[in-house]
């Protein structure tokens, strides 16, 4: 099958396999046929960050970029099979999922595998293309929100006045939280973005305090705003905030405006210091995988199972949805581009997806 690598180095180099082996599944897997593929920003970091790998040779994240791997974690497509063990899957059956990070049967391919706890259904409404937006970005915001912040959930949505602050609220993650945040009744949301905010707005409830604020004016400006709105109506402490990816430029305005005794959770690969009060958690999405021997976290699989089901039942019910996306033109000969436009922010509020059957020779 062709099957896409991504090669370690710091300028974003792919190569296109056209011989691979189809893989089979395991036990807990499920063998799907690729419709779409999603992208991260990760599928260039990781590459680029394990060039400089100097490890052990292991089944880690950077052990495998280093060797060069499929990146491709988003699945959209259908089942054509599956291991012994899953009873919720059958072939045919329309599905989205998260795959493994650096394990074999990356969604960059005309076959992936994905664990069935990270596999979930699409309903017949929705477009593969929106659906290979979902898994890592709102996996990631699901471990970050309900795990590490310990926000409720939608399935035991809060009863009282919860602020929660997003410092980049219009990338992927971001808006995830924000949806799995208002799908759970957390309010009022305070959503930093930039040229973003229009699509933020669409998120948000400005009935129950939600704002958007424009990164643009500044860290005092910014400040001086969350701490005005959350006086004006009577909100009380703001107690969670969340920097998806963002980096330094969210510390200063989370580290004012977050309660000394609260918590600050940092998306990797952001890491910095909140200060010698205030709880910092950090999110690797691979925890729903038990990736990296519990490095990022401890086995979060039972998160991503409830999740994943949640999922199906939210898109179905109209509560829940995708990201905005750009399909972009080859399949997969179009990934190289993509991940450069993408190391170079040329898009906002947009995920870039792969219509696999484009890719010439198919």
Not at 254 to 283: M, Y
Not at 341 to 357: C, E, N, P
């Amino acid at each position: 099958m062709k099957n896409l690598v991504n090669c370690p180095g710091s300028g974003v180099k792919v190569k296109i396999e056209s011989d691979t082996p189809i893989p089979e599944p395991s036990a807990k897997q499920v063998f799907i046929k690729v419709v779409v593929s999603g992208s991260n920003p990760k599928d260039w970091k990781v590459p680029e960050f394990a060039a400089s790998y100097d490890g052990p040779d292991d089944d880690s994240i950077m052990a495998r970029g280093k060797r060069g791997v499929n990146q491709g974690d988003d699945i959209a497509g259908i089942v054509e099979k599956v291991g012994k063990d899953v009873v919720e899957f059958k072939k045919g059956d329309r599905v989205a999922a998260f795959h493994e990070m650096g394990g074999p049967g990356g969604s960059y391919a005309e076959y992936a595998l994905a664990w069935d706890w990270t596999t979930f259904h699409i309903p017949a409404e929705k477009s593969f293309e929106e659906a290979a937006t979902i898994p890592l970005a709102s996996l990631t915001a699901a471990v970050a929100v309900f795990r590490n912040l310990k926000l409720p959930t939608p399935w035991n949505p809060a009863t009282t006045s919860t602020p929660f602050v997003v410092y980049g609220a219009s990338s992927a993650v971001g808006s995830f939280a924000i949806k799995l945040a208002r799908n759970s009744n957390v309010h009022p949301i305070i959503a930093i973005a930039g040229k973003g905010s229009h699509y933020v707005e669409t998120l948000l409830d400005s009935s129950k305090g939600d704002i958007v604020i424009d990164y643009r004016i500044g860290a005092d400006e910014m400040i001086s705003k969350i701490r005005a709105h959350l006086k004006a109506g009577n909100y009380g402490e703001l107690r969670h905030g969340l920097d998806p990816g963002i980096g330094l430029p969210s510390q200063k305005v989370l580290t004012e405006v977050v309660a000394s005794d609260g918590s600050i959770d940092l998306v990797l690969p952001s890491d910095w210091d909140v200060g010698s009060s205030q709880t910092k958690t950090k999110t690797s999405v691979g925890t729903v995988h038990n990736q990296d021997n519990g490095a990022h976290g401890a086995d979060a699989s039972d998160l991503g199972l409830v999740t994943c089901r949640w999922f199906t039942r939210a898109l179905q019910a109209g509560t829940f949805d995708g990201h905005p996306f750009e399909v972009r033109p080859g399949g997969l000969e179009g990934v190289e581009q993509a991940l450069k436009d993408l190391k170079d922010g040329k898009q906002s509020a947009v995920k870039y997806v792969f219509r696999i059957a484009d890719t010439p020779g198919l």
